[in-house]
């Protein structure tokens, strides 16, 4: 009948080690973390039939104490920390006492050790059994290392009594059945040899271990012909003479049953040498580095792929610290999440490598705590995320490019709308200006016209006054006449059909001609207009009716804004392959933030468009005048009063 087993882990590499020599051996186990069996202990375990529970230290003891009583008629075994970490040992201790009978498996134990534990425990299964240990006499003249020997024994559970003489171990040897004696080679009346030999005559099965600082070579002959096992050198390392004592104890208990095990061990071995080659293919060949490392950053293994993440080579990187390999940040960031980690054991970080010539290759990495043979290590999956972080970027890209379009659209929509509410402004101002600029001559035109027809009816007709009412409706219907031309030029100039015929003139004329067609409206408020230029002509290709049309707008412009007895000045300059007639005003200026909206159709400047009358067109038409000559048309405030508007012809 298959077998099945739970072991309950704290992250141990030597409970993967038990769990996969069980699977070797023909059993179905069940490994799980403690803190999952705390989940699911009071409803699907309960339900659940085991041959037996496998208890790793480090366990919470009260797990263990609802496990011992939910499983009350199964075997426990029980997995060993190092006997050197004080603070585990003395809580294994407690674990121990729980399970005084329950059979232990050491870190130093090796795979056929092992086996043959479960064997046993499975081939009994039920019954309450122990290894059988054996009884210790230890012997030393120097207490203190007689009382730190003592300590590493009985961490490691043995039964030990101590001597400090051949007396008092002989009485030792009365009183028990000594199996092993670990002596002192050199003492002060006696040598280790001289209390083997006496232990001997009282218990002839027992064995010997010696210890000694300078071995001699007559002695130690000596003590192999009287059958001692093993002779170990001073400084004495515990984990040596444990190892020692084990193996010796081992051997004994081995020669009475070892057949069967010899040949279902060659079994087991062949198998776990082919699963250990499949994890190591799998190991060595992931596309992802795995590394195995220690709370203070030494790296104990680490896979090729891991030794490519970091540009050097499998043997460079153990021994090395994996913090090192690292940037200052990542570091950080690993620490505080081994720091912060708790119970969990689990976390994932963003890491950087430093690599030799600068650059950074950003990793992700899973990290996990272990148990590396009763030692708290880390494994970590690295992966290069690279091509990830380089899509990221590139969608970051995209998306700002992408907010940017937005936000430029955006504006642009904005300002659309902006344009389109101020020309609808300007188009209701322009429509109320041009409805009172209409009334007003055609009211003028109306009343003097109804004025003629009253006099007319009176004998002699007054003839002085029918031709001051006649002069008033010529006057009126012009300035009407006027303003149709306007409105008339710049529909022809927004559709394009408005006649353009350039030809080589001398501007000067045109410019005096202007100035003297505008004159009468300048004689009325005694404003002088100047034109200033030394050049006698200057020739230009363009349409003079265009050109005269310009000036005559700029010059009426200056007029109807400028104070009675002033001045307009008129410039005209040849700069290279350019033209530049400037007419400059003393009136009231123009704001600044008005002096490009002012040549827009219906636009009036806020200074001047109450009182002055006008449609706000003529300096529109004056701009696209201009943009047919393909010149520049601007304005700007004078330092000592006035405007001044620029017109810049190409010849």
Same mark, same amino acid.
């Given at each position: 009948?298959?077998?099945?087993?739970?072991?309950?882990?704290?992250?141990?590499?030597? &409970?993967?080690?038990?769990?996969?020599?069980?699977?070797?051996?023909?059993?179905?186990?069940?490994?799980?973390?403690?803190?999952?069996?705390? #989940?699911?202990?009071?409803?699907?375990?309960?339900?659940?039939?085991?041959?037996? =529970?496998?208890?790793?230290?480090?366990?919470?003891?009260?797990? $263990?104490?609802?496990?011992? /009583?939910?499983?009350?008629?199964?075997?426990?075994?029980?997995?060993?920390?190092?006997?050197?970490?004080?603070?585990?040992?003395s809580s294994f201790v407690e674990l121990h006492k729980l399970l005084p009978l329950a059979p232990m498996i050491y870190p130093f134990f090796d795979n056929k050790e092992i086996i043959g534990i479960?064997?046993?425990?499975?081939?009994?299964?039920?019954?309450? /059994?122990?290894? +059988?240990?054996?009884?210790?006499?230890?012997?030393?003249?120097?207490?203190?290392?007689?009382?730190?020997?003592?300590?590493?024994?009985?961490?490691?559970?043995?039964?030990?009594?101590?001597?400090?003489?051949?007396?008092?171990?002989?009485?030792?040897?009365?009183?028990?059945?000594?199996?092993?004696?670990?002596?002192?080679?050199?003492?002060?009346?006696?040598?280790?040899?001289?209390?083997?030999?006496?232990?001997?005559?009282?218990?002839?099965?027992?064995?010997?271990?010696?210890?000694?600082?300078?071995?001699?070579?007559?002695?130690?002959?000596?003590?192999?012909?009287?059958?001692?096992? #093993? $002779? @170990?050198?001073?400084?004495?390392?515990?984990?040596?003479?444990?190892?020692?004592?084990?193996?010796?104890?081992?051997?004994?208990?081995?020669?009475?049953?070892?057949?069967?095990?010899?040949?279902?061990?060659?079994?087991?071995?062949? &198998?776990?040498?082919?699963?250990?080659?499949?994890?190591?293919?799998?190991?060595?060949?992931? *596309?992802?580095?795995?590394?195995?490392?220690?709370?203070?950053?030494?790296?104990?293994?680490?896979?090729?792929?891991?030794?490519?993440?970091?540009?050097?080579?499998?043997?460079?990187?153990?021994?090395?610290?994996?913090?090192?390999?690292?940037?200052?940040?990542?570091?950080?960031?690993?620490?505080?999440?081994?720091?912060?980690?708790?119970?969990?054991?689990?976390?994932?970080?963003?890491?950087?490598?430093?690599?030799? #010539?600068?650059?950074?290759? *950003?990793?992700?990495?899973?990290?996990?705590?272990?148990?590396?043979?009763?030692?708290?290590?880390?494994?970590?999956?690295?992966?290069?995320?690279?091509? @990830?972080?380089?899509?990221?970027?590139?969608?970051?890209?995209?998306?700002?490019?992408?907010?940017?379009?937005?936000?430029?659209?955006? !504006?642009?929509?904005?300002?659309?709308?902006?344009?389109?509410?101020? &020309?609808?402004?300007?188009?209701?101002?322009?429509?109320?200006?041009?409805?009172?600029?209409?009334?007003?001559?055609?009211?003028?035109?109306?009343?003097?016209?109804?004025?003629?027809?009253?006099?007319?009816?009176?004998?002699?007709?007054?003839?002085?006054?029918?031709?001051?009412?006649?002069?008033?409706?010529?006057?009126?219907?012009?300035?009407?006449?006027?303003?149709?031309?306007? +409105?008339?030029?710049? /529909?022809?100039?927004?559709?394009?059909?408005?006649? !353009?015929?350039?030809?080589?003139?001398?501007?000067?004329?045109?410019?005096?001609?202007?100035?003297?067609?505008?004159?009468?409206?300048?004689?009325?408020?005694?404003?002088?207009?100047?034109?200033?230029?030394?050049?006698?002509?200057?020739?230009?290709?363009?349409?003079?009716?265009?050109?005269?049309?310009?000036?005559?707008?700029?010059?009426?412009?200056?007029?109807?804004?400028? *104070?009675?007895?002033?001045?307009?000045?008129?410039?005209?300059?040849?700069?290279?392959?350019?033209?530049?007639?400037?007419?400059?005003?003393?009136?009231?200026? =123009?704001?600044?933030?008005?002096?490009?909206?002012?040549?827009?159709?219906?636009?009036?400047?806020?200074?001047?468009?109450?009182?002055?009358?006008?449609?706000?067109?003529?300096?529109?038409?004056c701009s696209e005048f201009v943009a047919c000559h393909r010149g520049t048309i601007t304005a700007k405030n004078n330092i000592t009063g006035g405007a001044s508007v620029l017109v810049m012809l190409?010849?």
């Amino acid at each position: 009948m298959l077998k099945r087993i739970l072991i309950v882990d704290n992250s141990s590499v030597l &409970a993967m080690r038990v769990k996969v020599l069980l699977e070797l051996v023909g059993c179905e186990t069940l490994l799980s973390h403690f803190s999952e069996i705390e #989940d699911e202990l009071n409803i699907d375990l309960t339900k659940e039939h085991f041959d037996m =529970i496998v208890i790793v230290h480090g366990i919470p003891l009260e797990l $263990v104490k609802q496990l011992k /009583s939910h499983f009350k008629a199964i075997p426990f075994l029980l997995v060993a920390p190092h006997s050197q970490e004080a603070e585990i040992s003395s809580s294994f201790v407690e674990l121990h006492k729980l399970l005084p009978l329950a059979p232990m498996i050491y870190p130093f134990f090796d795979n056929k050790e092992i086996i043959g534990i479960l064997d046993e425990e499975l081939r009994t299964k039920g019954a309450e /059994s122990e290894i +059988l240990l054996p009884k210790v006499l230890l012997v030393d003249n120097d207490t203190d290392r007689l009382c730190k020997l003592e300590h590493s024994l009985k961490g490691a559970h043995l039964d030990v009594v101590t001597a400090i003489c051949l007396e008092g171990a002989i009485a030792h040897a009365k009183k028990n059945k000594i199996d092993l004696l670990i002596s002192d080679f050199n003492m002060p009346y006696c040598t280790g040899i001289d209390i083997f030999r006496q232990l001997k005559l009282i218990n002839p099965e027992s064995r010997c271990l010696l210890i000694t600082s300078k071995p001699h070579q007559r002695a130690l002959i000596e003590a192999i012909r009287l059958g001692v096992e #093993d $002779v @170990l050198e001073k400084p004495l390392n515990e984990n040596v003479l444990l190892q020692a004592l084990h193996k010796l104890w081992q051997t004994e208990l081995l020669k009475r049953n070892n057949s069967e095990l010899v040949e279902r061990l060659q079994d087991t071995v062949d &198998a776990l040498i082919e699963k250990d080659s499949l994890l190591r293919v799998i190991y060595k060949n992931t *596309p992802d580095g795995i590394v195995l490392f220690e709370q203070s950053g030494n790296i104990l293994e680490a896979n090729d792929s891991c030794a490519y993440l970091f540009s050097t080579s499998n043997k460079d990187l153990i021994g090395n610290s994996i913090y090192s390999l690292i940037d200052d940040d990542s570091a950080e960031e690993v620490k505080a999440a081994i720091f912060q980690a708790g119970s969990n054991k689990q976390f994932s970080c963003e890491l950087q490598v430093l690599l030799k #010539d600068g650059l950074k290759i *950003p990793l992700a990495g899973s990290f996990a705590e272990i148990d590396f043979h009763g030692k708290i290590a880390f494994a970590a999956i690295l992966k290069n995320v690279s091509h @990830l972080k380089h899509k990221e970027e590139l969608l970051t890209e995209a998306k700002d490019l992408l907010e940017k379009k937005v936000k430029d659209r955006t !504006f642009e929509l904005e300002q659309a709308k902006d344009q389109a509410e101020q &020309a609808n402004l300007s188009k209701s101002e322009f429509l109320a200006n041009m409805s009172h600029e209409l009334r007003t001559p055609m009211h003028s035109i109306l009343s003097f016209s109804r004025f003629g027809l009253e006099k007319l009816d009176l004998v002699p007709i007054p003839l002085d006054k029918m031709k001051k009412y006649l002069s008033r409706i010529e006057s009126s219907g012009n300035r009407l006449l006027s303003l149709l031309n306007n +409105l008339l030029d710049l /529909s022809k100039l927004d559709v394009g059909k408005f006649p !353009f015929n350039p030809q080589v003139h001398n501007i000067i004329p045109i410019i005096k001609t202007s100035i003297e067609d505008i004159s009468g409206l300048s004689l009325e408020r005694n404003i002088h207009v100047i034109l200033e230029s030394n050049l006698s002509q200057v020739k230009i290709n363009c349409d003079s009716d265009q050109i005269s049309q310009i000036l005559k707008n700029l010059i009426g412009n200056a007029i109807k804004f400028s *104070p009675n007895d002033s001045e307009i000045q008129i410039n005209v300059l040849e700069q290279d392959e350019c033209i530049e007639i400037r007419v400059k005003d003393q009136g009231v200026g =123009i704001p600044e933030d008005e002096l490009e909206h002012i040549f827009s159709k219906f636009a009036q400047s806020s200074k001047t468009n109450k009182g002055a009358g006008g449609t706000g067109l003529g300096l529109a038409i004056c701009s696209e005048f201009v943009a047919c000559h393909r010149g520049t048309i601007t304005a700007k405030n004078n330092i000592t009063g006035g405007a001044s508007v620029l017109v810049m012809l190409p010849k």
